[in-house]
């Protein structure tokens, strides 16, 4: 159900879009049920979307960048539907991709039919949400709470609800709370999970951790720090306003020796013991939608990343196997938080997609589902992963955790359709049912080189 | 069912305790890898009391590859086989088949033998307990249908999709075959009776996807070998969908000779088509000229008269017909070539 909205929501925020007609349908069947995954609500939407943009590029003869770029949103701006858009780097991916895919030069020129294979470019953008920005929970909550807990030894440990499930989260959360008071990374410890001693968090989904609970991080820290400020003005007889933080220092003006970090602790915690501060994030109401348009809470966020793809595929005629050869990939993540973790997980976003364009199937046989194990259910392994290029695009969101938005979710979308428009640019057909397996586009040559022979015979050849 | 059912583990030390306790156990599986029938234990589809662990008999484990002769044992791993230098040497055909079989993981436990007789395939048999039993099951299991072909009046098509059994026939190999009565020698591909005739009844010479292989009462493959054949190229290929962990869509084994200008000799062998791995017929009346278009034309005739792919896996039957053709023309082609 709130695939079918956001499918239809989201589609003013990633271009500038004054007239939509959107038409959601819920069907009931008796396949399993089915839940949210990575890219929720952009993935088809967005394929066909950018699927019709490329073939209509080429009916027109226009160039699918160029398209793209006559329809770019003016941002910072609210959508037709009250959409808050606040960061837009999809302009520097499309440069990004286009350029380092050698796009203009190569276009065209790539090998057609030797030795029976057929080289083809593709490309299309993709978006997505840092979480959602009207909070699931009516209760009046923050969107996140982080607590940190401060000690006799110095030592620093964020507490969070919020789940690493393999996204890097965890690191996230440690780096921004080190980067707030100046310290190493090696003095923040984390707990995540244990909801015996961990704030409930929201939960690891619409890749709201780092911009939501990131935020709440700098804010705990934030706290953290003023209590060591005061801390310190008092043991160096100063106001709190002269104290300058250097992390492992604390001191009154240039000349003043000071203190250091922990002696600071051990001043900070001389009444009170152990110390734990709070720290809140929430969501600004401009990005809840307003009353002009009905529905503009759905899809709603605090930043939305941006994503454009090239990709670069050989086509087997004769065997009808697909080979992805290359992958150019930009992603606006805002500010990268941590390279590794945003090239990473823009990795995994485009192998992701390319399990869903090219392998993985939920194939029914009288309501038995006959892929439901990992042999059949094709997941791509290693050796099915082109390399991957990725371009980081840093459009420093006003409200992001030190401007970053999110980086796992937003590049899965655009694969597939750049996929689909790379095989229609080798071979000339364009798949609408995915995944493109070899039978399928084995199926496809061979109906047209039968309706091809058809017409030759009716025009009097062979 | 539970999740992997009681068995008794036996594990002989040579290859006489292991007749001696195949022959006391009737109903006893052996195992070497277990990457197929571990699998189909925690499916549901078989249960044996008791496995024999055949990874402790030295007998079995050896690879002699001379430039005259290969001698496998059924017990040698497939990662063996598919690093072994003088195999890849002399018999690359049979280095490339193992070499393309599932992934890293499987080729490190999986065995010769197991991969040799590999259980034959389908969508309506390879599943769970649950699922087969919604489905009604089938001829292969307790069923009296195939789901496959609903007329086929008894005859299952599950699908052979072993990779090293095409590499093998196209090298005349032989296998030892060791039971009760002792050990006998026979062409490897006479072990394969998979021939799905609806015309015919289904007997020890002649069976279906469910009686595949010629092994009497007791009896496992000990060993494979074949003759090294002066001037022979070889080669195999396969399509697959995911190119890790997954069994051939359509595998195709080509091993042929060139004398001067001409074909003197073409040996064609497919897996992952029909209840068992064919080796093309009639391929002599294509030799003794050039590789031309003609002998290309005929070659495709053969394969689209004696391959069978029915619907046993996601992938069409008729796809993995046509691919069949084309991946042996373009082996034919380059071994040709080369």
Same mark, same amino acid.
């Given at each position: 159900m709130v695939t079918i909205l956001y499918a239809g929501s989201m589609l003013y925020a990633i271009y500038d879009l004054n007239n939509v007609k959107y038409l959601g349908k819920r069907v009931l069947t008796n396949t399993p049920p089915c839940g949210a995954f990575r890219g929720h609500g952009t993935v088809d939407i967005r394929f066909a979307f950018e699927s019709l943009l490329d073939e209509m590029a080429r009916a027109l003869g226009l160039d699918p960048f160029a398209v793209r770029r006559a329809n770019l949103l003016n941002a910072p701006t609210f959508t037709q539907n009250d959409l808050m858009v606040n960061s837009y780097g999809l302009p520097e991916c499309l440069d990004w991709v286009e350029r380092e895919s050698g796009w203009h030069a190569r276009l065209g020129k790539l090998p057609k039919g030797k030795g029976g294979v057929s080289k083809g470019l593709g490309m299309a953008c993709s978006h997505y949400i840092s979480g959602a920005s009207k909070p699931v929970n009516w209760t009046g909550e923050p969107h996140a709470t982080v607590k940190i807990k401060l000690d006799f030894d110095g030592s620093i440990v964020v507490l969070s609800g919020a789940a690493d499930i393999g996204q890097g989260s965890t690191t996230i959360l440690a780096q921004s709370v080190a980067e707030v008071l100046g $310290? #190493? $990374?090696?003095?923040v410890r984390v707990v995540t999970g244990d909801s015996e001693v961990v704030p409930k968090d929201n939960g690891s989904y619409s890749s709201r951790v780092t911009f939501m609970v990131g935020n709440a991080a700098i804010d705990a820290a934030q706290n953290l720090k003023a209590v060591l400020i005061a801390a310190a003005a008092r043991k160096l007889e100063a106001k709190p306003g002269e104290i300058e933080c250097l992390g492992e220092l604390y001191r009154a003006g240039a000349q003043d020796k000071g203190l250091t970090f922990n002696e600071v602790v051990t001043e900070a915690l001389k009444d009170t013991g152990t110390i734990t501060v709070t720290g809140n994030y929430s969501t600004i109401p401009e990005s809840h939608g307003g009353k002009k348009y009905r529905g503009s809470a759905i899809g709603g966020t605090m930043g939305y990343s941006y994503s454009a793809q090239v990709v670069e595929v050989s086509v #087997? %005629? %004769?065997?009808g196997v697909v080979t992805v050869d290359k992958v150019w990939v930009a992603h606006d993540c805002g500010k990268a938080l941590n390279r590794l973790t945003v090239e990473g997980q823009v990795q995994g976003s485009v192998w992701m997609g390319m399990g869903q364009a090219m392998s993985e199937e939920a194939a029914y046989h009288e309501g038995l589902m006959l892929t439901a194990n990992m042999l059949d259910y094709r997941v791509p392994t290693i050796q099915d992963s082109p390399p991957i290029e990725v371009g980081i695009v840093e459009s420093i969101d006003p409200h992001g955790p030190f401007g970053a938005k999110e980086a796992g979710e937003g590049s899965l979308a655009a694969f597939l359709p750049a996929l689909t428009n790379a095989i229609a640019d080798a071979v000339g057909l364009r798949f609408n049912d995915l995944p493109v397996t070899p039978d399928r586009v084995f199926a496809a040559l061979e109906k047209r080189a039968r309706i091809k022979g058809n017409g030759a015979k009716q025009n009097g050849g062979p | 069912m539970d999740a992997l059912p009681q068995f008794d583990l036996v594990r002989p030390r040579t290859l006489g305790e292991l007749v001696a306790a195949r022959a006391a156990h009737d109903d006893s599986r052996l195992i070497g890898g277990g990457t197929d029938l571990m699998v189909n234990i925690r499916r549901g589809i078989v249960a044996p009391p008791v496995l024999i662990d055949?990874?402790?008999?030295?007998?079995?484990?050896g690879i002699k590859a001379g430039a005259q002769e290969l001698e496998i044992g059924a017990a040698a791993t497939l990662t063996e086989v598919a690093a072994h230098p003088d195999v890849a040497k002399h018999y690359p055909v049979v280095a490339q088949a193992a070499a393309h079989i599932a992934g890293p993981t499987h080729r490190n436990m999986g065995t010769v033998g197991g991969n040799l007789a590999l259980d034959t395939r389908c969508i309506f048999y390879n599943q769970s307990e649950w699922w087969r039993d919604a489905n009604h099951h089938c001829l292969k299991t307790t069923g009296d249908i195939c789901h496959v072909a609903p007329k086929s009046r008894g005859v299952c098509f599950a699908t052979f999709s072993g990779d090293l059994a095409p590499a093998l026939l196209t090298l005349d190999a032989e296998i030892d075959v060791v039971g009760p009565s002792g050990r006998r020698t026979m062409p490897l591909s006479d072990l394969y009776i998979g021939y799905a005739r609806q015309d015919e009844p289904v007997t020890e010479t002649r069976g279906d996807g469910k009686y595949f292989l010629a092994l009497r009462a007791g009896e496992f493959i000990a060993a494979v070998r074949t003759k090294n054949t002066i001037g022979l190229r070889s080669a195999y290929d396969k399509i697959r969908i995911r190119r890790s962990i997954e069994y051939p869509v359509t595998g195709v084994a080509v091993a042929l000779r060139r004398d001067g200008d001409k074909l003197a000799d073409l040996r064609v062998a497919f897996t992952g088509t029909n209840p068992r791995p064919v080796r093309l017929a009639g391929t002599a009346a294509l030799c003794g000229g050039a590789l031309d278009d003609g002998v290309l034309a005929g070659l495709d005739a053969l394969v689209r008269d004696q391959i069978m792919a029915m619907k046993t896996t996601f992938t069409p039957g008729h796809y993995r017909r046509r691919v069949a053709g084309v991946l042996a023309r373009r082996l034919v082609q380059r071994l040709f070539a080369d």
């Open positions: $310290l #190493d $990374l090696a003095r #087997d %005629e %004769e065997t | 055949i990874n402790g008999v030295a007998e079995l484990r």
